[in-house]
């Protein structure tokens, strides 16, 4: 194409726009675009979004003086594009309930603890006895709203429970009077303190014969968490949360910290929430249990929630009761969303849905522009090279569940199995049944699926078994960690160790029309085996490698010839001996 006059050559280009707009833009065909980004590396449709420094490229090599577009002045509304928030005026502030996180080791007695605080029994319907999800929960006491985040206890939900900790007023720390403090209980410590939440112990179990519940808070100053009893400022409560005991003392000092706190919040606002928990439920399509934190979040709002939008059609209250509206500390669960977000996204209310859609597409743009950045230069030849040298080894995974925070979770430790020698990539994590998508994305991927407390559809059963797709079901965490490790270190590289098993010497050279040369050989030391891995050693140097192919006593083929035993040798590759070989029988054996 040839140059424009400079008034004609000026083209505004977006911070980030799709190949057909840019093909628009420069007033030439989709095609001619995709070919320029090709020639520069970048393989894209004409609905892939690009970046500005990327459309730049292609628009002066067409001709045209690319410039930034100037940012647009935001319109009514829509600062809630931003991550910023307007802060509150102190007189709009108003009093609100506190949110207790429940935090502590895997067995300490969390989810019971909650569950005799709230009468509802949870525990038992728990796989492995581990609480799988994260759940929010209101009670009252003494007039009081509380509101309680229960995180999962298990070492793979760390992520989890450092984000519940960080949504949360007060951190109730659970250790069993019996048990003591253990490496969870300290990772708890540690995400209380980082979220910069009080803290207040409650030593569980104390109606144990074993119970020592002195010992318990000696343990914990050592991690510099000093009860009230030692002269410390944390709050420490005894309870049982099989007989009750103690129950009403530790919501009694929730309240109490809770005052001392003075937590406020302004309702007379758009709300802002944070995605506890979300699911894709059969007959109600996606469901989120989001936290109120400013605001009020009210039924028929537009809203926004990561890369996602959508309008509350309803809202259930903890105990499954619709409700019209809900104001701060606050947790419910809304109906109405477009698709199932991730947990621990914000959610934010909008003047409308049309606006809703607006800032999603806005925020799928600038991260597809900042994806596509990020792999525009990868190329096929040094992709290839890397698998041909042998330092690409990957296991794809895709890993369907039942809720958004385990495969979340579950994605966060599989992850860190990866080695240096075995990479472990998850290309697709989602919430649902497993499909027959998911097992053609195995199939193209040569993958395997992993299915976490979820269904997988006849048909999609049916076209693995075909395919041979390996669809692997679980609904405890620790199994899938467990078989997976497994598959990994049976993906390593074997060792080996090189064992000698004789040798013989060349003593005279025959030749044969049929195999070549014959070397006639004397067996020195151990037992030359026909079929033996074999090298041919002149001096210090090793002139040949390869397999013994014939081994003769006189004119009979033998399988084996012993020390002092005479006899003819054929190596497959070599026929230049000379007087004076030596040729040495070896086998591998795998160490490891």
Request: aromatic share 4%; with cysteine; charged share 25%.
């Amino acid at each position: 194409m040839t140059a424009k006059s400079s008034t004609q050559s000026r083209v505004t280009i977006p911070a980030a726009l799709t190949v057909r707009e840019l093909a628009e833009l420069l007033r030439v065909s989709p095609v001619e675009v995709i070919k320029r980004l090709m020639t520069n590396g970048v393989m894209a449709n004409q609905n892939q979004t690009i970046d500005y420094d990327t459309a730049a490229i292609v628009a002066v090599e067409l001709g045209f003086e690319p410039e930034p577009e100037a940012a647009a002045a935001p319109e009514p509304g829509a600062p809630l594009v931003e991550p910023e928030e307007e802060p509150d005026d102190p007189a709009s502030l108003k009093p609100r309930p506190p949110v207790v996180t429940i935090l502590g080791h895997v067995d300490h007695g969390k989810t019971s603890l909650l569950d005799a605080i709230r009468k509802t029994r949870v525990a038992a319907g728990e796989a492995g006895g581990i609480t799988q999800h994260i759940g929010a929960y209101q009670v009252e006491r003494d007039g009081h709203l509380i509101t309680f985040i229960d995180t999962p206890g298990h070492a793979a939900f760390t992520a989890m429970r450092a984000r519940g900790a960080q949504v949360t007023d007060i951190a109730v720390l659970v250790v069993a009077a019996d048990d003591g403090v253990m490496p969870q209980t300290v990772e708890a410590i540690n995400h209380a303190k980082a979220a910069e939440v009080p803290i207040i112990v409650a030593i569980n179990k104390i109606d144990l014969p074993a119970a020592n519940p002195d010992r318990v808070k000696q343990q914990l100053t050592e991690h510099n968490i000093v009860v009230e009893e030692y002269g410390g400022d944390t709050v420490c409560v005894p309870v049982s949360a099989a007989t009750g005991q103690g129950i009403g003392d530790l919501l009694e000092a929730i309240n109490l910290v809770a005052e001392i706190s003075e937590l406020k919040a302004n309702p007379n606002r758009p709300a802002s929430a944070v995605v506890i928990e979300a699911e894709l439920d059969p007959s109600r399509g996606p469901v989120a249990t989001v936290l109120v934190q400013r605001g009020t979040l009210r039924q028929g709002d537009a809203v926004v929630v990561g890369e996602t939008s959508g309008k509350v059609r309803a809202m259930l209250d903890d105990r499954g009761r619709r409700i019209k509206e809900a104001g701060p500390s606050t947790p419910v669960v809304i109906l109405g969303l477009e698709d199932v977000p991730e947990a621990g996204e914000r959610l934010r209310a909008v003047a409308d849905e049309k606006l809703a859609r607006q800032i999603v597409e806005e925020r799928r743009r600038r991260r597809e522009a900042q994806e596509q950045t990020q792999h525009a230069r990868v190329n096929l030849d040094t992709l290839f090279n890397e698998i041909s040298a042998g330092k690409l080894k990957e296991l794809i995974i895709i890993l369907k569940t039942d809720v958004r925070g385990s495969a979340e979770a579950i994605k966060g430790a599989l992850e860190r199995l990866s080695t240096q020698e075995v990479k472990l990539k998850i290309i697709h994590a989602a919430t649902g049944p497993v499909t027959d998508s998911d097992v053609m994305l195995a199939e193209a991927s040569n993958g395997i699926i992993i299915a976490f407390n979820t269904r997988i559809e006849p048909s999609a059963k049916k076209r693995a078994e075909a395919a041979g797709i390996e669809i692997r079901s679980y609904n405890i965490i620790y199994q899938v960690l467990e078989d997976v490790e497994k598959a990994l270190q049976g993906m390593l590289e074997p060792v080996y160790q090189t064992v000698v098993d004789g040798h013989a010497e060349v003593r005279a050279v025959f030749k044969s029309s049929r195999v070549g040369q014959i070397a006639g050989s004397y067996v020195t030391d151990g037992v030359v085996r026909r079929g033996s891995l074999a090298r041919v050693l002149r001096g210090k140097e090793e002139v040949a490698k390869g397999r013994c192919e014939g081994l003769k006593r006189f004119q009979d083929d033998v399988r084996e010839v012993q020390t002092g035993y005479e006899c003819g040798i054929v190596i497959s590759g070599f026929d230049k001996f000379q007087v004076g070989d030596i040729i040495e029988f070896y086998h591998e054996e795998r160490v490891s």
